[in-house]
Each structure stands twice: as structure tokens, then as C-alpha cells.
């Protein structure tokens, strides 16, 4: 098969069993091998579909500017979008990410503007702050706005779900992942519940983020917020796709324990992935221990 650009090749990535890392679980331990989407991560999949619903809608021009906050995944999957279709893009990020997505997201034309990790939200100098001010100062620019864009969530329960449901012929019983924007969670999610509703959603958390405390006790704990290490999951705000009705429960996973897991990802089944698929497992694995 011939694709016409590299955004054709997004989706339809493999579900692979793991076979070591799973002693001691109850049932079949599935890895959905998101890294296998051009910009090697499943933001790919909302990125295309938040720039096409705004091409629909009439929001983003013929050589417009794309304008986003991101950790960096989701920066490369709007990038790659970006050059296929003919847009600009400018990405602010926290200082926190590595040097290494800013550089990559650098390599494939983006403007990358590094902003400091440990300020407020509503700071003017917050990566989120600064896409916004960015957006209002250049003419036929968007601000995706992955957070609250209901494009995010609605591209898993278009793709993601009906994928996993289909590669695991229906039997899915537990669904595990990370939880940041809240897009691939509640998206996917949403689906796989529409079709079982027994169907479990558990919700990875990071020491830092609010989401767990939010969802047990309806409190928004300034608190709970500090400075973390990992990348791309765990918030200081509540996103409008993090739809807390669709996960039944959350854990915390420390830093620690996600880097470790990420490298025995690497080291045992052959996965090279970075601490917050290290993290989605962990916490996957602690959960079965305690409830299966």
C-alpha cells in the first residue's frame, strides 16, 4: 500500500501480549504500542483530528499558524500535521521536558518557546499563558487547546477505542492509562464502555497532579501540587476532557517506580517506551494485585 502523506499512516497500531512482566496477574496483560504512529506516540491521533475539525469549522486557514502548550508529543503529532498540510506551527513548553523533544520538535520546523515549569497556570509566563497570549498577537493562528478541545477525546472513541475492542475480539475487562489532557483515557474509554459497560477504567496519576484526590473527594487541593519528573501525564489543572464519570478509580505512581518499569519495558519485553508507559504499567500491575 502507497499512503499519500504521513498523516494516512496514524492509528491501526499493535496490541502486543506481555509475557514476563505479567508474573503473578490474573488474565492476559495487553500493551496497546502507541510509538508505532509516525511521531511515535498516540497524540498523533488527536493532533490530525483537532487541525481537521478546525478545518471544517473554518477556524484554520491556508497557511495559518498552529499554536499550542505541550510536553512535546503532542507538539510532533501537530507538527507532522503541519508539514503535510502546509501550516506553521509555534510550540510553548515547560523547562521540565527534555531537550531531546524540544530538539526533534525543532527538526521538523516548529518554533519552540521553553517556558519555567513551577509558576501558576494563570501566570503570565505558564506555557499555557503564553499559547494563549501568542494566539491573540498573531493573525490566522489557532490555539488547539488540547486540555478542554473536545476533538482530543472524541479521536480515541473514533479510533482508539474500537481498535483495542476489535484486537482483543471484545474480552477486554480492564482498560489502564495515564491520565494528562484526559483525552485517550476518557475517549477510549467512553467507547469500550459503551459496548461493556462492566468494563473497568483505571486512571494513572502522578505525586504532583490533582486527579485522584479530585475524583474521591470532589476538592481541587492546591496542595497536591508540586513539581514532578515525569513527563506528559498528571496536571495542576482540571482539563475538560478529563471526564471523571468514566474512570472508576485512580493511583498515584511516584517517579521512581515509573522510570523503573520503563526500564524493564526495555530490558524484558523489548518495549523501549519512556516513564509515562513505565508509569501506566506499574500502576496497572499494582491495581491487579490488589483487585484481581
Excluded at 502546509?86 to 523547562?95: E, H, N, Q, S
Aim: glycine share 10%.
Amino acid at each position: 500500500m502507497i499512503y499519500n502523506s504521513i498523516i494516512e499512516t496514524i492509528g491501526n497500531t499493535p496490541m502486543v501480549r506481555l509475557n514476563k512482566l505479567n508474573k503473578g496477574i490474573a488474565g492476559t496483560l495487553l500493551a496497546k504500542v502507541e510509538y508505532f504512529n509516525p511521531g511515535n506516540s498516540t497524540k498523533d491521533r488527536m493532533a490530525l483530528k483537532m487541525i481537521e475539525d478546525a478545518e471544517k469549522e473554518g477556524r484554520l486557514k491556508p497557511g495559518g499558524t498552529i499554536i499550542e502548550g505541550t510536553s512535546g508529543n503532542t507538539g510532533m503529532g501537530l507538527a507532522l500535521t503541519a508539514v503535510a498540510k502546509g501550516y506553521k506551527c509555534i510550540f510553548t513548553m515547560a523547562d521540565k521536558q527534555s531537550q531531546e523533544k524540544i530538539n526533534i520538535l525543532r527538526a521538523v520546523g516548529a518554533e519552540v518557546i521553553v517556558c519555567p515549569t513551577n509558576v501558576e497556570p494563570e501566570d503570565p509566563r505558564s506555557y499555557y499563558s503564553v499559547a494563549r497570549k501568542l494566539n491573540q498577537e498573531i493573525p490566522n493562528s489557532i490555539y488547539p487547546n488540547q486540555y478542554d478541545n473536545p476533538s482530543n477525546a472524541k479521536a480515541h472513541y473514533e479510533s482508539t477505542g474500537p481498535e483495542i475492542w476489535n484486537q482483543t475480539s471484545g474480552k477486554i475487562t480492564h482498560y489502564c492509562a495515564t491520565v494528562g489532557t484526559g483525552g485517550s483515557m476518557c475517549g477510549t474509554a467512553k467507547f469500550l464502555k459503551e459496548k461493556n459497560p462492566k468494563l473497568v477504567a483505571v486512571g494513572i496519576d502522578t505525586y504532583g497532579s490533582v486527579f485522584k484526590k479530585y475524583k474521591e473527594t470532589g476538592i481541587f487541593d492546591r496542595n497536591e501540587i508540586y513539581p514532578y519528573l515525569t513527563e506528559g501525564f498528571g496536571e495542576d489543572i482540571l482539563p475538560k476532557n478529563v471526564d471523571f464519570d468514566v474512570i472508576d478509580t485512580f493511583i498515584k505512581v511516584t517517579d521512581k517506580d515509573g522510570a523503573i518499569m520503563a526500564r524493564r519495558l526495555s530490558r524484558e519485553e523489548g518495549l523501549f517506551v519512556g516513564w509515562s508507559s513505565g508509569s501506566a504499567l506499574h500502576g496497572a500491575l499494582e491495581y491487579a494485585k490488589e483487585n484481581l
